[in-house]
């Protein structure tokens, strides 16, 4: 408000290398506090100035002047794109090959917060030659040079399998491969963060890092004491398990869903979610696959995740897995049913609390359907048939009336927990799919029974 700015900008231009450097700190400081005040800066014309001597300039006004160029970019695609107008990629990319470690490390971290608004701002970074630059950094010494190179690596590949490609194509994914098992945290996290969004594009992308060899060793992530890296390992394996049958299947083969079970078990709120969403993902892809989410114990801790976790895309996410699990035969409705999900699932359902996104994916839609179509397992089924909806009745009956006219034990049980009396009761309407299964009921009894 004092008109700083516009005093600031001649003494860019000052003799003496010291004042160059602070007028640059402190425009970089205003710049980082908010997007008006970044938005100033560039208005005032400081870029060009900012940039005219940077080649020639000492490590100290290097580090200020590109991170003036971070705090600027960081707050909107539209100053980022003011970043690349004034030519500042050439000038990042120079500073990438300077011998300071720290001038590397606010090159990278400025290539990243320009590259992570879209795929046109991460193209520019990719056509200015960053990337193979990038790839030298996170093979550097300095742990913090290593972390922010592949941060800056993770949000360029982010974007498009097309962008993840240049990132493979510089070499990226050995060297990423061979740091998850690197005792620091904040590194793994980004590691595994580059690695998940490159596989994430596409089959032969996932191929690409799992040929690096990733397994096991990135199911140790799973038990690791940062909570980040936990996430972020879950999340790569999602993201390889998500594409193919075949990769689920060497997922199970290297013990990742037993790892992922016992991560999901261990842990709360949203770090749970990209390990439900792998069982889910294994268990979709077939019959096999989904019995092996079973015998590895997957069903317990997604009806944990039903009945403890608040958020509701967490419940969702669990109720989605459930259903994938459930859907494939009888067997495996069975093995969900025994479980006590359906009954979680249906107040779900019903409360009114719950949000509509959940609701859809626990209700006759997703997870609720799914498994009940399957499920003959009637112990499970009969105590829906007293709280259940009419959308969800429909399911139960269908169920019953398939069951109950080649199995006597179960016809009698019918009778005396009041099964029978309760589908009596029920109101369908004439003609309806609903009437025809109540009729094929009532035909496994004698009719004084039915009255």
């Given at each position: 408000n004092s008109g700083v700015v516009c005093l600031l900008r001649p003494l860019l231009l000052d003799t003496v290398p010291s004042i160059r450097q602070t007028t640059?700190?402190?425009?970089?400081?205003?710049?980082?506090?908010?997007?008006?005040?970044?938005?100033?800066?560039?208005?005032?014309?400081?870029?060009?100035?900012l940039m005219c001597s940077l080649p020639e300039e000492n490590r100290y006004y290097k580090k200020a002047a590109v991170f003036v160029l971070r705090a600027i970019a960081k707050h909107s695609p539209q100053l980022a794109q003011a970043i690349v107008q004034c030519g500042a990629l050439e000038m990042l990319?120079?500073?990438?090959?300077?011998?300071?470690?720290?001038?590397?490390?606010?090159?990278?971290?400025?290539?990243?917060?320009?590259?992570?608004?879209?795929?046109?701002?991460?193209?520019?970074?990719?056509?200015?030659?960053?990337?193979?630059?990038?790839?030298?950094?996170?093979?550097?010494?300095?742990?913090?040079?290593?972390?922010?190179?592949?941060?800056?690596?993770?949000?360029?590949?982010?974007?498009?399998?097309?962008?993840?490609?240049?990132?493979?194509?510089?070499?990226?994914i050995a060297y990423?491969?061979?740091?998850?098992?690197?005792?620091d945290a904040k590194l793994k996290r980004q590691v595994l963060s580059a690695l998940s969004q490159i596989a994430k594009h596409s089959v032969d992308l996932a191929e690409l890092v799992v040929e690096a060899e990733i397994f096991p060793v990135v199911l140790t992530c799973l038990k690791d004491s940062d909570e980040y890296v936990k996430k972020n390992g879950a999340t790569l394996i999602r993201e390889i398990a998500k594409h193919t049958p075949e990769l689920s299947q060497l997922v199970v083969n290297s013990g990742g869903v037993a790892a992922v079970v016992d991560c999901i078990g261990s842990c709360r709120?949203?770090?749970?979610l990209?390990?439900?969403?792998t069982l889910g993902y294994v268990a979709a892809h077939s019959e096999d696959l989904s019995m092996a989410v079973i015998v590895s114990k997957g069903i317990p801790p997604l009806c944990v995740c039903l009945i403890e976790e608040h958020e509701d895309?967490?419940?969702?996410?669990?109720?989605?897995a459930l259903g994938q699990i459930g859907r494939h035969t009888a067997e495996h409705a069975r093995h969900v049913a025994v479980a006590n999900v359906l009954p979680t699932l249906l107040d779900i359902f019903v409360d009114t609390r719950s949000s509509e996104d959940l609701k859809t994916k626990a209700s006759r839609f997703k997870a609720l359907k799914d498994i009940l179509q399957k499920c003959t397992y009637l112990p499970a089924l009969e105590p829906l048939l007293h709280e259940a909806p009419p959308s969800i009745i429909k399911h139960i009956i269908?169920?019953?009336?398939?069951?109950?006219?080649?199995d006597s034990k179960a016809r009698r049980l019918f009778v005396t927990t009041g099964g029978l009396k309760k589908v009596q009761e029920i109101k369908a309407e004439p003609g309806s799919l609903l009437q025809e299964y109540i009729h094929a009921i009532n035909k496994c009894y004698p009719e004084e029974i039915v009255r």
């Open positions: 640059a700190l402190a425009l970089g400081r205003l710049a980082d506090y908010d997007v008006e005040l970044a938005e100033a800066v560039v208005k005032a014309g400081i870029l060009p100035q990319v120079i500073c990438l090959e300077d011998f300071d470690p720290g001038v590397k490390e606010g090159a990278s971290w400025a290539f990243a917060c320009i590259a992570r608004h879209n795929p046109e701002l991460s193209q520019a970074v990719v056509d200015a030659g960053a990337v193979p630059l990038l790839v030298l950094c996170i093979q550097e010494p300095e742990i913090a040079l290593k972390r922010i190179a592949a941060s800056t690596l993770s949000d360029i590949s982010k974007h498009s399998p097309e962008l993840a490609q240049t990132v493979v194509d510089a070499g990226a990423l491969a061979q740091m998850i098992p690197n005792p709120g949203t770090v749970r990209p390990g439900i969403m895309h967490i419940k969702a996410a669990a109720a989605w269908g169920q019953f009336s398939k069951v109950l006219p080649y």
